[in-house]
């Protein structure tokens, strides 16, 4: 690439923005989207942009799908926004107050959490699962069919008899990322191989499969929080640093394998 030519060195750190998706019947209605369609909009807004923005839960029954940071903001931005109500679904069950047995310190506990957004209001329903979308004869989404689930034997089952349907005239997905986004080009144009997470693979030293190039952060990581990727970005300099000069006393907080204590 022309990149390559021009510089000694590149970085990668494009972020991992490949959003998960929900392959059910109904997918196709308009008022459906991504988390990362609606929530920059909405920004947008702020910044003069738009007037309003081009998707707004003003009057509408939002529901978000996905209990995390991602969520919690379309839960606060839907409510900004004037929505009638908002409901935030989430496959698993509804974590508990304190730190369980099973998840001693320094590991990262899995506890229930209030942010400022779920204050503004809302509805936040757990162990349930989306079966299909329901639209009207101008195909917008008018509501959300779900289901109940638990783990049975390992894997998550869908209780009979728990079917129901929800009105949604809004729907944001804020299900996670599944990695690099390969059609973004870098990938192609680089000729840069991925893991078996979808990530751009990466050695010790932070450097891709093509000589002198180099990747940092979720692009490499897959989707993770900025602390990771600001100690990502200073190992992967030390890491260009060694190729360039073939040695470094820059530090490395890091490495590529490090990941948050879980169990």
């Known amino acids: 690439t022309d990149l390559r030519k021009r510089f000694d060195a590149v970085v990668v750190a494009a972020g991992a923005t490949t959003a998960r ?34 998707i707004t839960a003003e009057g509408k029954h939002v529901v978000v799908i996905g209990g995390g940071d991602t969520g919690a903001d379309c839960v606060g931005t839907a409510h900004r926004q004037g929505a009638a109500s908002v409901t935030q679904l989430e496959i698993m069950p509804k974590p508990g107050e304190e730190r369980t047995a099973g998840q001693p310190w320094p590991t990262f506990p899995m506890l229930y959490k209030v942010t400022s957004a779920h204050e503004e209001g809302g509805e936040r329903v757990y162990s349930v699962s989306t079966t299909h979308f329901e639209g009207d004869e101008d195909g917008n989404v008018q509501f959300l069919h779900l289901v109940e689930v638990e783990f049975v034997d390992g894997k998550l089952t869908q209780k009979p008899g728990t079917e129901r349907k929800i009105p949604a005239q809004l729907v944001t997905l804020a299900m996670g990322f599944t990695g690099t986004d390969v059609e973004n080009g870098l990938v192609a144009q680089f000729g840069l191989e991925l893991d078996e997470r979808g990530n751009i693979a990466r050695d010790a030293d932070f450097a891709t499969n093509v000589d002198g190039v180099f990747v940092a952060g979720d692009a490499g990581r897959g989707q993770s929080l900025i602390v990771w990727a600001i100690a990502e970005g200073r190992s992967a300099a030390r890491g260009v640093d060694r190729y360039l000069t073939g040695a470094s006393s820059l530090p490395a907080p890091i490495r590529p394998t490090d990941r948050a204590l879980m169990v």
């Open 21 to 54: 998706d929900l392959p059910v019947p109904g997918r196709e209605l308009n008022g459906i989207h991504q988390a990362m369609e609606y929530l920059p909009l909405a920004n947008k807004v702020v910044e003069g942009d738009f007037v309003a923005p081009p």
